[in-house]
């Protein structure tokens, strides 16, 4: 036991460190909230008060000898910014140093965001590789994000969303025009079975698409394929993309 207390003793920035960010600022129910992060967690869910409450929790990563250190902490700030009809959050590294150790953002702590915003507002995201929920938004989404998980639920509005190799399950209750795009991860979006939507997918020779609405019910070739199918008589457009990806449309 001497050898732990004697290193804990010696090597304080071991230990976990974390700071509290909290603020509130107006915006429109018709207005665009903006999110600008790396790695964390981002948990927004919806009122229908005209401002968005902000709430984040930076912490250390908890990588030994890579993770986040106190001044790592301490250097890492929320940016919020507030113009007429629109709000910006961005989680500010600049003045983060990466450790001697450390190959490219490893550094970098955690942002656990809690968010709340208006119902009917546009959200935006802008992500590397967060743990993403958005619960009830009745408006337009457009996530970006690398290789993060994203859970959204009771959507009613239009989705734009693009992964390089991440996981995203959409269960959208209204069906506008939509689009989403993967290279290589697995994107899954659940529609109500009466949705009439028009399909377009784009899909490279590896990546695969499962569907449980008609024509197609499956879909996987050696070669790359173009499918453009009416569902329920035709709607909103679909568009789905990916080169190796796994796609499922869930009727529910």
């Not at 940016?79 to 989680?91: F, H, L, M, N, S």
């Amino acid at each position: 036991m001497r050898p732990l207390i004697l290193l804990v003793a010696l090597v304080p920035g071991l230990l976990a460190q974390s700071k509290e960010f909290q603020k509130t600022a107006p915006l429109d129910a018709n207005g665009r909230l903006t999110i600008d992060t790396y790695k964390g967690e981002i948990r927004v869910s919806t009122w229908d008060r005209a401002e968005v409450e902000i709430g984040a929790r930076i912490e250390d990563d908890g990588n030994f000898g890579l993770g986040a250190d106190r001044d790592a902490v301490n250097n890492t700030n929320i940016e919020v910014v507030v113009t007429a009809g629109t709000v910006r959050i961005r989680t500010d590294y600049s003045r983060v140093r990466n450790g001697p150790f450390c190959v490219g953002a490893c550094s970098n702590p955690l942002v656990r965001y809690q968010i709340r915003m208006p119902r009917s507002a546009h959200l935006e995201i802008k992500d590397y590789k967060s743990i993403t929920d958005i619960d009830g938004l009745r408006a337009g989404l457009t996530i970006d994000t690398y290789k993060g998980e994203v859970r959204i639920r009771n959507l009613q509005g239009p989705l734009r969303a693009k992964t390089y190799k991440g996981d995203i399950r959409a269960a959208l209750n209204t069906l506008g025009n939509t689009r989403v795009e993967t290279y290589k991860g697995e994107i899954e979006l659940t529609l109500p079975k009466s949705a009439a939507f028009t399909l377009r997918a784009d899909m490279g020779r590896r990546a695969d698409l499962v569907s449980d609405f008609p024509a197609p019910s499956r879909m996987r070739r050696d070669r790359e394929q173009e499918i453009r199918s009416t569902v329920n008589g035709g709607g909103p457009e679909l568009v789905l993309k990916s080169e190796r990806g796994n796609l499922r449309l869930r009727a529910s």
